[in-house]
Protein backbone atom coordinates (compact mmCIF):
# COMPACT_ATOMS: atom_id res chain seq x y z
CA UNK A 1 0.00 0.00 0.00
CA UNK A 2 1.54 3.64 -0.63
CA UNK A 3 2.57 5.85 1.86
CA UNK A 4 1.45 9.10 2.06
CA UNK A 5 3.88 11.61 2.03
CA UNK A 6 3.96 14.87 3.51
CA UNK A 7 7.25 17.11 3.26
CA UNK A 8 6.94 20.02 6.09
CA UNK A 9 9.09 23.14 5.93
CA UNK A 10 10.09 24.07 9.03
CA UNK A 11 8.89 27.82 8.44
CA UNK A 12 5.39 26.60 7.50
CA UNK A 13 5.82 24.28 10.42
CA UNK A 14 6.27 27.26 12.66
CA UNK A 15 3.47 29.08 11.75
CA UNK A 16 0.40 26.14 10.62
CA UNK A 17 1.54 23.49 13.47
CA UNK A 18 -0.97 25.24 16.24
CA UNK A 19 -3.54 26.24 14.13
CA UNK A 20 -3.57 22.61 12.18
CA UNK A 21 -3.63 20.73 15.38
CA UNK A 22 -6.55 22.70 16.43
CA UNK A 23 -8.47 22.50 13.30
CA UNK A 24 -7.72 18.10 12.83
CA UNK A 25 -6.65 16.96 15.97
CA UNK A 26 -4.88 13.64 16.03
CA UNK A 27 -3.58 13.27 12.56
CA UNK A 28 -2.60 10.01 12.83
CA UNK A 29 -6.10 8.80 12.51
CA UNK A 30 -6.28 8.86 8.66
CA UNK A 31 -4.09 6.89 6.68
CA UNK A 32 -3.90 5.52 2.58
CA UNK A 33 -6.77 3.42 3.07
CA UNK A 34 -5.75 -0.22 3.96
CA UNK A 35 -7.09 -2.71 6.51
CA UNK A 36 -4.10 -1.93 9.41
CA UNK A 37 -4.16 0.77 11.95
CA UNK A 38 -2.66 4.17 10.74
CA UNK A 39 0.05 6.18 11.99
CA UNK A 40 1.65 8.93 11.04
CA UNK A 41 5.67 9.37 11.20
CA UNK A 42 7.48 12.06 11.71
CA UNK A 43 11.16 13.55 11.21
CA UNK A 44 13.58 16.70 12.08
CA UNK A 45 14.93 18.28 9.16
CA UNK A 46 18.70 16.73 7.81
CA UNK A 47 19.08 13.23 5.92
CA UNK A 48 19.78 11.36 8.54
CA UNK A 49 16.39 11.56 10.20
CA UNK A 50 14.57 11.56 6.65
CA UNK A 51 16.28 8.16 6.21
CA UNK A 52 15.51 7.18 9.63
CA UNK A 53 12.14 8.28 8.91
CA UNK A 54 11.61 6.61 5.66
CA UNK A 55 12.97 3.34 7.60
CA UNK A 56 10.17 2.96 10.19
CA UNK A 57 7.81 4.23 7.57
CA UNK A 58 9.03 1.25 5.15
CA UNK A 59 9.08 -1.40 8.21
CA UNK A 60 5.68 -0.16 9.56
CA UNK A 61 3.55 -0.64 6.10
CA UNK A 62 5.69 -4.16 5.47
CA UNK A 63 3.77 -4.89 8.05
CA UNK A 64 0.21 -3.73 7.20
CA UNK A 65 0.20 -0.17 8.66
CA UNK A 66 -1.09 2.82 6.64
CA UNK A 67 1.49 5.08 7.15
CA UNK A 68 1.28 8.70 6.48
CA UNK A 69 4.83 10.36 6.23
CA UNK A 70 4.99 13.90 7.56
CA UNK A 71 9.03 13.97 7.41
CA UNK A 72 10.92 17.30 7.25
CA UNK A 73 9.10 19.05 10.39
CA UNK A 74 12.49 20.81 11.22
CA UNK A 75 13.98 21.41 14.70
CA UNK A 76 13.32 19.10 18.01
CA UNK A 77 11.12 21.68 19.27
CA UNK A 78 9.11 21.37 16.33
CA UNK A 79 8.87 17.53 16.20
CA UNK A 80 8.30 16.96 19.84
CA UNK A 81 5.26 19.84 19.91
CA UNK A 82 4.05 17.79 16.53
CA UNK A 83 3.88 14.56 18.57
CA UNK A 84 2.41 16.48 22.10
CA UNK A 85 -0.11 18.18 19.71
CA UNK A 86 -1.23 14.59 18.40
CA UNK A 87 -0.04 15.81 14.86
CA UNK A 88 2.37 12.68 14.48
CA UNK A 89 2.64 9.54 16.08
CA UNK A 90 6.15 8.64 16.06
CA UNK A 91 9.44 10.33 15.11
CA UNK A 92 12.94 9.57 15.59
CA UNK A 93 14.93 11.24 18.25
CA UNK A 94 17.80 11.50 20.30
CA UNK A 95 18.75 10.27 23.71
CA UNK A 96 21.35 13.08 24.60
CA UNK A 97 19.13 15.93 22.29
CA UNK A 98 15.75 15.08 24.17
CA UNK A 99 17.79 15.18 28.18
CA UNK A 100 19.19 18.29 27.35
CA UNK A 101 16.68 19.92 24.53
CA UNK A 102 12.83 18.44 25.99
CA UNK A 103 13.56 17.88 29.74
CA UNK A 104 16.48 20.20 30.44
CA UNK A 105 18.60 18.11 32.26
CA UNK A 106 21.85 19.96 33.75
CA UNK A 107 25.23 18.25 32.36
CA UNK A 108 25.90 17.45 36.14
CA UNK A 109 23.30 14.96 35.93
CA UNK A 110 24.10 13.47 32.42
CA UNK A 111 24.24 9.14 33.17
CA UNK A 112 27.26 8.07 32.66
CA UNK A 113 26.52 5.35 29.81
CA UNK A 114 23.94 4.96 26.60
CA UNK A 115 22.07 2.37 28.29
CA UNK A 116 21.14 4.44 31.76
CA UNK A 117 20.62 7.79 29.35
CA UNK A 118 18.21 5.76 27.57
CA UNK A 119 16.14 4.61 30.82
CA UNK A 120 16.19 8.06 32.54
CA UNK A 121 15.29 9.50 29.01
CA UNK A 122 11.90 6.72 29.20
CA UNK A 123 11.22 7.57 32.69
CA UNK A 124 11.09 11.29 31.94
CA UNK A 125 9.09 10.55 28.25
CA UNK A 126 7.00 8.89 30.60
CA UNK A 127 6.11 11.13 33.05
CA UNK A 128 4.25 13.48 30.50
CA UNK A 129 1.51 14.63 29.94
CA UNK A 130 -0.01 13.04 27.37
CA UNK A 131 3.09 10.66 28.12
CA UNK A 132 5.36 9.13 25.37
CA UNK A 133 7.40 5.81 24.90
CA UNK A 134 10.98 5.99 23.47
CA UNK A 135 11.74 2.49 22.38
CA UNK A 136 14.89 0.77 21.29
CA UNK A 137 17.85 3.21 20.05
CA UNK A 138 19.85 2.25 17.04
CA UNK A 139 23.36 0.51 16.52
CA UNK A 140 24.89 3.81 15.85
CA UNK A 141 25.07 7.37 18.45
CA UNK A 142 25.59 10.73 16.52
CA UNK A 143 27.33 12.94 18.71
CA UNK A 144 29.41 16.26 18.79
CA UNK A 145 32.58 16.08 17.57
CA UNK A 146 34.88 18.89 16.95
CA UNK A 147 36.57 19.43 13.65
CA UNK A 148 40.17 20.98 13.06
CA UNK A 149 41.71 22.03 10.06
CA UNK A 150 44.66 19.55 9.34
CA UNK A 151 47.15 22.28 9.13
CA UNK A 152 46.06 23.96 11.82
CA UNK A 153 46.14 20.41 14.10
CA UNK A 154 49.54 20.09 12.97
CA UNK A 155 50.75 23.60 13.40
CA UNK A 156 49.41 23.91 17.25
CA UNK A 157 50.07 20.13 17.59
CA UNK A 158 45.93 19.84 18.47
CA UNK A 159 44.93 16.49 19.45
CA UNK A 160 42.53 16.98 22.29
CA UNK A 161 39.64 19.79 23.44
CA UNK A 162 42.17 20.14 26.10
CA UNK A 163 44.84 21.34 23.49
CA UNK A 164 42.36 23.36 21.51
CA UNK A 165 41.30 25.49 24.33
CA UNK A 166 45.26 26.23 25.45
CA UNK A 167 45.42 28.08 21.96
CA UNK A 168 41.95 28.70 20.74
CA UNK A 169 42.17 32.79 20.98
CA UNK A 170 44.40 32.19 18.18
CA UNK A 171 41.75 30.40 16.12
CA UNK A 172 37.92 30.84 14.65
CA UNK A 173 35.64 28.70 15.38
CA UNK A 174 32.61 27.95 13.10
CA UNK A 175 29.29 26.61 15.06
CA UNK A 176 25.73 27.29 14.69
CA UNK A 177 23.05 29.15 17.16
CA UNK A 178 21.83 26.36 18.61
CA UNK A 179 24.94 25.19 19.78
CA UNK A 180 25.75 28.25 21.31
CA UNK A 181 22.92 28.00 23.14
CA UNK A 182 22.08 25.05 24.80
CA UNK A 183 23.12 23.80 28.02
CA UNK A 184 25.23 20.94 26.42
CA UNK A 185 26.41 22.98 23.86
CA UNK A 186 28.80 25.75 23.76
CA UNK A 187 28.93 26.55 27.84
CA UNK A 188 29.31 22.81 28.46
CA UNK A 189 32.51 23.20 26.77
CA UNK A 190 33.33 26.64 28.27
CA UNK A 191 32.46 24.65 31.81
CA UNK A 192 34.54 22.05 31.08
CA UNK A 193 37.72 23.55 29.15
CA UNK A 194 38.17 26.97 30.94
CA UNK A 195 40.62 27.84 29.12
CA UNK A 196 38.83 27.94 25.99
CA UNK A 197 38.65 31.71 24.17
CA UNK A 198 38.51 31.60 20.77
CA UNK A 199 39.58 34.69 18.71
CA UNK A 200 36.60 34.54 16.31
CA UNK A 201 33.17 32.93 16.29
CA UNK A 202 31.69 31.94 13.07
CA UNK A 203 27.55 31.66 13.52
CA UNK A 204 27.33 29.50 10.23
CA UNK A 205 23.18 27.21 10.08
CA UNK A 206 23.70 25.82 6.65
CA UNK A 207 26.01 22.52 7.53
CA UNK A 208 27.60 23.03 3.85
CA UNK A 209 28.96 25.87 4.60
CA UNK A 210 30.08 25.49 7.72
CA UNK A 211 32.14 22.99 6.47
CA UNK A 212 32.86 25.26 3.24
CA UNK A 213 34.50 27.58 5.88
CA UNK A 214 37.00 25.21 7.11
CA UNK A 215 38.01 24.52 3.78
CA UNK A 216 38.70 28.21 2.87
CA UNK A 217 40.20 29.01 5.79
CA UNK A 218 37.50 31.30 7.49
CA UNK A 219 37.56 28.80 10.47
CA UNK A 220 40.20 26.69 11.89
CA UNK A 221 37.59 24.51 13.85
CA UNK A 222 34.31 23.74 13.76
CA UNK A 223 31.82 21.96 15.92
CA UNK A 224 29.87 18.91 13.58
CA UNK A 225 28.59 15.76 14.72
CA UNK A 226 29.68 12.18 14.26
CA UNK A 227 27.50 11.23 10.80
CA UNK A 228 28.74 14.00 9.27
CA UNK A 229 30.37 12.93 6.11
CA UNK A 230 33.13 15.13 6.64
CA UNK A 231 34.22 13.33 9.31
CA UNK A 232 35.76 10.30 6.54
CA UNK A 233 37.77 13.57 4.79
CA UNK A 234 41.91 13.57 5.48
CA UNK A 235 42.18 17.12 5.38
CA UNK A 236 39.95 17.02 8.96
CA UNK A 237 41.17 16.21 12.62
CA UNK A 238 38.96 15.27 15.23
CA UNK A 239 40.03 16.75 18.42
CA UNK A 240 39.37 13.91 21.64
CA UNK A 241 37.30 14.93 24.17
CA UNK A 242 39.13 13.93 26.85
CA UNK A 243 36.56 14.47 29.73
CA UNK A 244 33.62 12.62 27.74
CA UNK A 245 31.34 15.98 28.63
CA UNK A 246 28.75 14.86 26.36
CA UNK A 247 25.93 12.87 27.04
CA UNK A 248 25.15 9.77 24.81
CA UNK A 249 23.27 10.57 21.33
CA UNK A 250 21.49 7.01 19.90
CA UNK A 251 18.26 7.88 18.16
CA UNK A 252 15.43 5.45 19.07
CA UNK A 253 11.75 6.23 17.86
CA UNK A 254 9.55 8.22 20.15
CA UNK A 255 6.07 7.34 20.16
CA UNK A 256 2.46 8.24 21.67
CA UNK A 257 2.38 5.96 24.50
CA UNK A 258 -1.87 6.42 23.91
CA UNK A 259 -0.92 5.03 20.28
CA UNK A 260 1.33 2.38 21.67
CA UNK A 261 -1.53 1.02 23.92
CA UNK A 262 -4.02 0.73 21.40
CA UNK A 263 -1.21 -0.35 18.30
CA UNK A 264 1.60 -2.88 20.84
CA UNK A 265 2.74 -4.59 17.45
CA UNK A 266 3.72 -1.25 16.47
CA UNK A 267 6.63 -1.41 18.82
CA UNK A 268 7.97 -5.06 18.03
CA UNK A 269 7.90 -3.64 14.19
CA UNK A 270 10.08 -0.20 15.39
CA UNK A 271 12.53 -2.22 17.12
CA UNK A 272 13.20 -4.28 14.58
CA UNK A 273 14.54 -1.40 12.27
CA UNK A 274 16.59 -0.11 15.23
CA UNK A 275 18.38 -3.54 15.82
CA UNK A 276 19.09 -3.26 11.65
CA UNK A 277 21.01 0.13 11.58
CA UNK A 278 24.35 0.25 10.75
CA UNK A 279 27.58 1.99 12.59
CA UNK A 280 28.17 5.74 12.31
CA UNK A 281 30.61 4.46 9.48
CA UNK A 282 27.62 2.65 7.70
CA UNK A 283 25.01 5.28 8.35
CA UNK A 284 27.50 8.07 6.75
CA UNK A 285 27.32 5.44 3.72
CA UNK A 286 23.50 5.88 3.23
CA UNK A 287 24.11 9.99 3.52
CA UNK A 288 26.22 10.12 1.60
CA UNK A 289 24.10 8.27 -1.18
CA UNK A 290 21.48 11.30 -0.60
CA UNK A 291 23.58 14.18 -0.48
CA UNK A 292 26.49 13.23 -2.91
CA UNK A 293 24.80 11.01 -5.15
CA UNK A 294 21.35 12.61 -5.13
CA UNK A 295 19.62 9.54 -4.57
CA UNK A 296 15.79 9.87 -2.53
CA UNK A 297 16.04 9.10 0.60
CA UNK A 298 13.06 6.60 0.66
CA UNK A 299 14.78 4.37 -2.14
CA UNK A 300 18.33 4.78 0.07
CA UNK A 301 15.73 2.78 3.47
CA UNK A 302 14.38 0.76 1.14
CA UNK A 303 17.66 -0.66 -0.29
CA UNK A 304 19.25 -1.01 2.90
CA UNK A 305 16.08 -2.35 4.96
CA UNK A 306 15.88 -5.20 2.42
CA UNK A 307 19.01 -6.55 2.60
CA UNK A 308 19.01 -6.65 6.15
CA UNK A 309 15.63 -8.91 5.53
CA UNK A 310 13.89 -6.42 7.73
CA UNK A 311 11.34 -5.85 4.51
CA UNK A 312 10.55 -7.61 1.06
CA UNK A 313 13.14 -6.24 -1.75
CA UNK A 314 11.41 -4.93 -4.78
Same mark, same amino acid.
Given at each position: ?36 ? #? ?32 ? *? ?11 ? /? ?32 ? +? ?8 ? *? ?12 ? &? ?10 ? =???? =? ?5 ? =?????? &??? &? ?28 ? /? ?20 ? &? ?5 ? !?????? !???? +? ?17 ? /? ?9 ? #? ?9 ? *? ?16 ? !????? !???? =???
Amino acid at each position: MKKIKWMIPALLTLLFAGAFASACGNVGSSGSGGEGP #SITVGSKNFTEQLILGEMYSLALEEEGFNVEERL *DLGSIQIADRALQ /NGQIDVYPEYTGSALVAIFEVEPEDYPEDPEATL +DEVRELYSER *DPADTMLAQTNFEN &TYGIVVRREVAE =EYDI =ETLEDLA =EVSNEL &TFA &TFSEFQERADGFPNMEENYPALDFGGILIV /NDIGLKYGGLENGEADAAIGFT &TDLQFDQ !EEFVIA !EDTK +DIWPSYYPAPVIRQDYLDE /NPEAEEVLDSV #SEATPDAAGMR *DLIRSVDEDQEDPEAVAR !EYLAG !EGVI =EGE
